[in-house]
C-alpha cells in the first residue's frame, strides 16, 4: 500500500509556542491530503483538507489562524500548531488519498503525531 | 443530526471464534463504507471497502456486509487471533466529492489465548 510520513511522532512544546507537523506522502502524489485530530479514547475528528497549491478547507469549529496549513507540493502537507496551549494536546494525524483516476477512496494515514503542551 | 455508531463497549472474545462488529448510520446514502483498524498510538489501516451495490466483500479472514436499507455494516473477523486485538473503525465519505472519511468512535476488539 502507499505510504504516508508524519514527522515528529511526539513532541512536548511550551504553552505559547509553535509547533510544525509535516506529513509526506512518500511513493505517491497527493493533490488532497486531510488533518485528523484524536483525543484519548475518541474517533478521528477531521479539522481540515489541505489542497496542493491553494486554500486548506478547514472544518467548522476549527480555528484557521491557530492550525495553519500548508500544501506546497504534490507530496508534503505541514500543519502549525500556533501559540499552543495545554487544551491543544492531542493525536494529529494526517492521510491522503490517490490521484482520482487510481484511487477507489481508501485513505492512507501517517503514523500520527503526539503534541503535548505544558 | 447525522451520525455513525459503533458499538463502544469493548468486544472480548476467545482465540478461535469469530469477532462480528457493528456499525449503524443514519441520514446518510454513502456510495461505500470503509472499515480500518488502529492500534494504540499509531494511524489507522485500511482494510476494506465495500460499495453500496455490493452486499458482501472477503478478504482472508475478514468480512464485510453492506445493508443500506438497514444503514448498516458487519464487520467479522474468522478464526481470530490475539493479534487481531486493536481498535475498529468504519467510515463514510458523508460530502461526496470532497473525499474526507467521517469516522465512527470505533470499537475495540480483545482476543484472548
Known amino acids: 500500500g502507499a505510504v504516508v510520513s508524519q514527522h515528529p511522532s511526539r513532541v512536548i512544546c511550551k504553552s505559547g509556542t509553535s509547533v510544525k507537523i509535516e506529513c509526506r506522502s512518500l511513493?505517491?502524489?497527493?493533490?488532497?491530503m486531510f488533518w485528523y485530530r484524536q483525543f484519548p479514547k475518541q474517533s478521528l475528528m477531521l479539522m481540515a483538507t489541505?489542497?496542493?497549491?491553494?486554500?486548506?478547507?478547514?472544518e467548522q469549529g476549527v480555528e484557521k489562524d491557530k492550525f495553519l496549513i500548508n500544501h506546497a507540493s504534490l507530496t508534503l502537507s505541514t500543519l502549525t500548531v500556533t501559540s499552543a496551549h495545554p487544551e491543544d494536546s492531542s493525536f494529529y494525524i494526517c492521510?491522503?488519498?490517490?490521484?482520482?483516476?487510481?484511487?477507489?477512496?481508501?485513505?492512507?494515514f501517517g503514523e500520527g503525531s503526539r503534541l503535548t503542551v505544558l | 443530526s447525522q451520525k455513525i455508531e459503533q458499538n463502544s463497549e469493548a468486544l472480548n472474545i476467545q482465540e478461535g471464534k469469530t469477532a462480528t462488529l457493528t456499525c449503524n448510520y443514519t441520514?446518510?446514502?454513502?456510495?461505500?463504507l470503509q472499515w480500518y483498524r488502529q492500534d494504540p498510538g499509531r494511524g489507522p489501516v485500511f482494510l476494506l471497502l465495500?460499495?453500496?451495490?455490493?452486499k458482501e466483500k472477503r478478504k482472508e479472514r475478514l468480512k464485510v456486509t453492506f445493508d443500506t436499507t438497514l444503514k448498516q455494516s458487519l464487520f467479522h473477523i474468522t478464526a481470530s487471533q490475539p493479534a487481531d486485538s486493536a481498535t475498529y473503525l468504519c467510515?463514510?465519505?458523508?460530502?461526496?466529492?470532497?473525499?474526507?472519511?467521517?469516522f465512527g468512535s470505533g470499537t475495540r476488539l480483545q482476543v484472548q489465548p
Open positions: 492521510s491522503a488519498n490517490r490521484a482520482l483516476t487510481t484511487s477507489t477512496g481508501e485513505l492512507f
Open positions: 511513493d505517491f502524489q497527493a493533490t488532497t
Open positions: 489541505s489542497n496542493e497549491g491553494s486554500k486548506a478547507t478547514y
Open positions: 441520514n446518510y446514502s454513502p456510495a461505500y
Open positions: 465495500i460499495r453500496e451495490n455490493e
Open positions: 467510515a463514510l465519505d458523508i460530502n461526496t466529492g470532497r473525499r474526507a472519511l467521517t
